[in-house]
């Protein structure tokens, strides 16, 4: 595991060890990493968001019907059973 060493004014150490104390941190490694975590998430989720934002507007809609959804489970079986193929190899 890396290393990362902040330096932190007296009034963000303080309020990082309340945060500790009140939500229940073991240490400020635990805290930091789940600020990075959440970080992480929210850009995942505005990630997937701009991605199905812009397959809205690509104009190229279509009905999601019950032979819509069989022919894409057909074709992802298909396109996981040609990759494990490949690892097999």
Known sequence: MATVT???PDS???FVE???????YGNV???FRGLVRDAQERENE???EALLLEGLASGNAMEATPTFWSDLRK???QLLATQNKKKSL
Not at 18 to 24: I, L, N, T, V
């Open 46 to 48: 505005a990630r997937l």
């Open 29 to 31: 490694s635990e805290y």
């Open 75 to 77: 074709e992802a079986a």
């Open 12 to 14: 963000l150490k303080a």
């Open 6 to 8: 902040i330096s932190l």
């Open 18 to 24: 309340s945060q500790m104390a009140s939500k229940g």
